[in-house]
T-cell receptor, first 117, second 117 residues
Framework: DAMVIQNPRYQVTQFGKPVTLSCSQTLNHNVMYWYQQKSSQAPKLLFHYYDKDFNNEADTPDNFQSRRPNTSFCFLDIRSPGLGDAAMYLC????????????????FGDGTRLSIL | AQKITQTQPGMFVQEKEAVTLDCTYDTSDPSYGLFWYKQPSSGEMIFLIYQGSYDQQNATEGRYSLNFQKARKSANLVISASQLGDSAMYFCAMREGEEDSSYKLIFGSGTRLLVRP
């Protein structure tokens, strides 16, 4: 089945120690998104890629970076995790992002739950 | 102003009964799409149903239907014959047809549904 896969499901890191979360997709979608979701809150968009074009949300901290080496893979790098970065991180994809494609849902992975010690 | 409002933080429903989860939205765009997602405690975000602003009929997908009242700007999710596995957080979300922001999925704060046996 075509899908969005996130690894690992659970990640524990130390305060200030860089961590990378990964996402892969077999849907061949052009757009990949990274969201941060804290407990009992809605997901918050951090950034997205349209093909290789990176788009950062205005309020995303510099501590968060992303890489998309090819269509299938996208990585979230947290350079110096703080306690406030403990959250669920969700990767999503969509075929297109234009105004003509607003009927397309985003397809989410299972998420990576990040804990900071 | 909130673009997506879900006024019910938590709901209970008896197994096998129907339940309605409320969602109101605010947009000046004539073209928009409305989505409902289910998020079980395990964390994955599951797409349930879509309604387009120009759709004449209410969307249905199995036990899920959308009560779309455009003049009232509401898009309530109706789950018929509730099952224990329906216990989850439910998010209403919107994509607007404005080209610069159409990529963005705007989420409500969610409603936690608990199905009682």
């Amino acid at each position: 089945d075509a899908m969005v896969i996130q690894n690992p499901r659970y990640q524990v890191t130390q305060f200030g120690k860089p961590v990378t979360l990964s996402c892969s997709q077999t849907l061949n979608h052009n757009v990949m998104y990274w969201y941060q979701q804290k407990s009992s809150q809605a997901p918050k968009l951090l950034f997205h890629y349209y093909d290789k074009d990176f788009n950062n949300e205005a309020d995303t901290p510099d501590n968060f970076q992303s890489r998309r080496p090819n269509t299938s893979f996208c990585f979230l790098d947290i350079r110096s995790p703080g306690l406030g970065d403990a959250a669920m991180y969700l990767c999503a994809t969509s075929r297109d992002k234009s105004a003509g494609a607003i009927n397309q849902p985003q397809h989410f992975g299972d998420g990576t739950r990040l804990s900071i010690l | 102003a909130q673009k997506i409002t879900q006024t019910q933080p938590g709901m209970f429903v008896q197994e096998k009964e129907a339940v309605t989860l409320d969602c109101t939205y605010d947009t000046s765009d004539p073209s928009y799409g409305l989505f409902w997602y289910k998020q079980p405690s395990s964390g994955e975000m599951i797409f349930l149903i879509y309604q387009g602003s120009y759709d004449q009929q209410n969307a249905t997908e199995g036990r899920y239907s959308l009560n779309f009242q455009k003049a009232r700007k509401s898009a309530n999710l109706v789950i018929s014959a509730s099952q224990l596995g329906d216990s989850a957080m439910y998010f209403c979300a919107m994509r607007e047809g404005e080209e610069d922001s159409s990529y963005k999925l705007i989420f409500g704060s969610g409603t936690r549904l608990l199905v009682r046996p």
